[in-house]
């Protein structure tokens, strides 16, 4: 079932497919005759006038009013259904507007009419594709309808789920005539029970008298025995249900499972349990399809009814250990297959597969324990640890993920034992906690134990595998987030407390009510651009998020916020402008152009121009002051390398341009020598510039604003010369110059006084990334 709206809009596309055991006139019939039957009107509440029209035997109008609830007006439709059998045995009911009948049936004053059109079509599955004696048809509903008006986006989900749950109507009408007619067979039976024993007296015996017919149907019934261990006890619940394979075609086969209803004896006796647990019902549906030889894909959908009773988390759970069974059959062959023939998305299931199972084990067995039990039991991670002993002891120091420091270990992969192997995967804690991903950690891990990269050649999927651990590592261990959410956290709360208390100071002294207002400016400045971005980027999401978003803005907290984004791999998702990472540049370029920098601006002026005091003698300058300004450059250089050392560290950028990314060296020592100094390289060229734009203010603010003026319209005329101009955002009109200029400015400005290298901000943020 799929349903595609945009938020607001009234126009809505939908589509529904199943497959039914019935044959394509049954399900035309129920098709077309389904909103005029005694069942229907009593059922279907919501339609509150319905009129049919016969035009001939295979056409009629349908006339209706229905009440969609949510405070919207009630809806008109005037429909024209039409039916068809073509020569191939498919059947097509057609539904379209019939406007001509207006003006018999004229639209009511306040209500709104409706124009729509859905087509059913009624396939007939083969006998040949079929397995057993049975008669299959697929189902497959396309609607496309304009309900009129401003729909919320709640709303015409729950309307569209409600027209579309008429696939699942067709499959309960057909399971309730199915039921229908064995329970009149049932009875059939009991009347000539005495007839049939008399006879089966008295002919032969014979073992092989079965029901050939139930048996090709390859039909079973089975009985699932739920269980969970609480403090008070055990809970039980038990599924009975009935499960059957369907064959679709030569590359698909379908097993459906749905619960076992009736009250009879029969049944009764089967729930063997029944007086003690919850009876629970299943209604599952797995479609495995053949992809190419030896890889096939499984899709399971479920459906789960727990009693009124359940709460909420054990539905969660009880859903959870079903849906497993996708897993549990994926993990089952892929244990299966060796190591030279293991894919790198394998890979990577490998590694959630082994952290799940660790996240999920007795808490009396240790890690170390799970982990080697894993390794026996798949099959290429078994035949890598005989080819090298070393990895066994790696792979659990890694699960274990103690924080320790970094040895060296030169070794080549066939010399090394099992002490440098522990010794290998410990220090990858170190790096987990001082990059920003785990796909980052697993890069700059390797390249600092030549015994990795061998390994990694010649199995490329371990790669993917430990990147995955990593990246479960970061999210469970928390420190390495931590440890990167912190830093970014500190510098920046603490770059805000200081420029809030040397504002307070600026305007108690009536002396400098003019840095006041400039300081309060640039604070006001940097949360407008930042709230402007963060309604651009969660608008489609909805309010509540914009909010939630603009919270963590005032409080302070944002980067902290987007860096733990990144940092645990969260994915761009449906209705977001940009991915994590974009955003958190975007944040950190706001905070440095309109916030870090005019803020050294104005505290050097302000030290510049402190001037005397009442008796004539000159003013000293308040700690505080120096305080602030120092934490100032220093956070804006830490944000500035935190920008460059992050892209250029990226094994993707490294990858997809090679000849730029990589000037940061793969050696631990060196990489942090080299952040360090772009940190202080940073602080120190923005104090450089800042101290020169103050002078030329002493001099004459006039020379300041021409010197600035001077120098960033120069670039935007050789931007424009260069046909680089516009930015990438298509925005029209107006706004594409507007936001043209600001991101050219905004650039110019941060690449100026930061010292960031220019080519990361201006491709990676500015220019479109595809």
């Known amino acids: 079932m799929k349903l595609v709206h945009l938020d607001g809009e009234s126009l809505a596309t939908g589509l529904a497919t199943t497959i039914v055991e019935a044959s394509v006139e049954d399900c035309a019939a129920y098709a077309v005759l389904q909103y005029n039957s005694r069942d229907a009107k009593r059922r279907l509440k919501h339609i509150l006038k319905a009129t049919v029209e016969k035009i ?128 009149k067979t049932e009875e059939d039976d009991d009347s000539s029970k005495k007839e049939k024993k008399r006879h089966d007296n008295l002919a032969p015996k014979n073992s092989n008298n079965n029901n050939k017919k139930h048996k090709n149907r390859l039909e079973m019934e089975v009985k699932l025995l739920e269980k969970k261990n609480k403090k008070g006890g055990k809970v039980q619940r038990e599924f009975l249900s009935t499960m059957r394979l369907h064959k679709i075609d030569n590359k698909t086969i379908a097993i459906t499972t749905n619960p076992l209803v009736k009250n009879d004896r029969k049944n009764k006796r ?20 053949k992809i190419e030889k030896n890889t096939s894909k499984l899709e399971i959908i479920t459906k789960l009814k727990l009693g009124p009773n359940a709460k909420n988390k ?13 897993t549990d059959s994926s993990i089952f062959f892929m244990n299966l297959i060796g190591s030279k023939k293991v894919a790198l998305d394998e890979g990577k299931m490998i590694g959630e597969q082994l952290m799940l199972r660790v996240r999920r084990r007795n808490k009396t067995k240790g890690k170390e324990e799970e982990v080697k039990q894993f390794i026996r039991e798949n ?79 010649e199995h490329l999927w371990l790669k993917p595998m430990l990147e995955a651990i990593a990246f479960k590592l970061i999210g469970d261990v928390g420190w390495g987030v931590k440890a990167r959410v912190g830093i970014g956290a500190l510098t920046s709360i603490l770059d805000l407390v200081t420029d809030i208390y ?62 733990y984004r990144v940092a645990s791999g969260e994915k761009q998702k449906k209705g977001q402008k940009v991915d994590p990472m974009f955003e958190l540049t975007g944040m950190k370029c706001i905070e440095m152009f309109a916030e870090a920098i005019p803020g050294v601006v104005i505290q ?30 220093v956070s804006t250089g830490f944000i500035s390398a935190s920008i460059s050392y992050d892209y250029d560290t990226n094994p993707e950028k490294r990858q997809q341009t090679p000849d730029f990314y990589g000037y940061i060296p793969a050696q631990a020592s060196k990489r942090t020598a080299i952040f360090g100094t772009m940190v202080f390289f940073s602080a120190g060229m923005l104090l450089i510039r800042c101290t020169t734009i103050v002078l030329l203010g002493v001099i004459g603010k006039r020379w300041a ?66």
């Open 705 to 770: 604003f021409v010197y600035i003026g001077a120098d960033v319209g120069l670039y935007l005329v050789i931007k424009m010369l260069r046909g680089d101009f516009w930015y990438w955002v298509p925005l029209g009109g107006n706004a594409e110059i507007v936001s043209s200029i600001v991101a050219r400015v905004l650039v110019k400005i941060v690449t100026d006084f930061t010292s960031i290298v220019r080519d990361i901000v201006d491709v990676c943020f500015f220019h479109h990334q595809y």
């Open 379 to 457: 099959k290429a991670l078994k035949e890598v640890a005989e080819e090298y002993p070393f990895f066994e002891p790696m792979l659990c120091a890694i699960v274990e993920s103690s924080l320790k420091g970094s040895k060296v270990v030169k070794k080549k992969a066939e010399c090394l034992e099992a002490k440098d192997g522990q010794t290998i995967g410990e220090s990858l804690a170190l790096f987990m906690a001082t990059t920003l991903t785990g796909k980052h950690a697993i890069d700059e891990w390797s390249l600092q134990y030549p015994a990795v990269i061998e390994v990694f050649s």
């Open 56 to 183: 001939n035997d295979h056409s009629h109008n349908y006339i209706s009013t229905r009440q969609l609830g949510f405070f919207l007006s009630d809806r008109e439709m005037r429909s024209r259904i039409i039916w068809k059998k073509e020569e191939d045995g498919k059947v097509v009911v057609d539904i379209n507007d019939a406007y001509k009948t207006l003006k018999r049936f004229p639209i009511r004053e306040g209500n709104v009419l409706v124009s729509g059109h859905a087509v059913w079509i009624f396939r007939p599955i083969d006998p040949i594709q079929a397995i057993g004696e049975r008669i299959l048809t697929e189902a497959t509903l396309t609607t496309r309808v304009d309900l009129g008006g401003n729909i919320p986006s709640r709303a015409m989900q729950f309307l569209g789920k409600r027209f579309l749950s008429q696939v699942s109507d067709l499959r309960k009408w057909v399971d309730k005539k199915e039921d229908i007619l064995s329970d």
């Open 270 to 289: 089967k729930s063997s349990l029944l007086s003690k647990n919850m009876l629970g019902q299943e209604t599952t549906s797995i479609k495995i399809s």
């Open 604 to 633: 050097l002026m302000a030290i510049a121009t402190i001037g005397k005091d009442e008796n004539g003698d000159q003013r000293e300058v308040a700690l505080s002051a120096w305080i602030s300004l120092a934490v100032s450059a």
């Open 502 to 563: 040397v504002t307070n100071m600026y305007w108690k002294d009536e002396t400098q009510q003019g840095y006041f207002q400039a300081s309060l400016a640039s604070l006001s400045v940097s949360m407008v651009l930042q709230l402007w971005m963060t309604y651009a980027q969660y608008i489609k999401i909805g309010w509540v998020r914009v909010l939630r978003e603009c919270l963590t803005i005032f409080t302070g907290f944002k980067p902290a916020v987007d860096a």
């Open 314 to 326: 054990e539905v969660i759970e009880s859903l959870e250990k079903h849906l497993n069974t996708a």
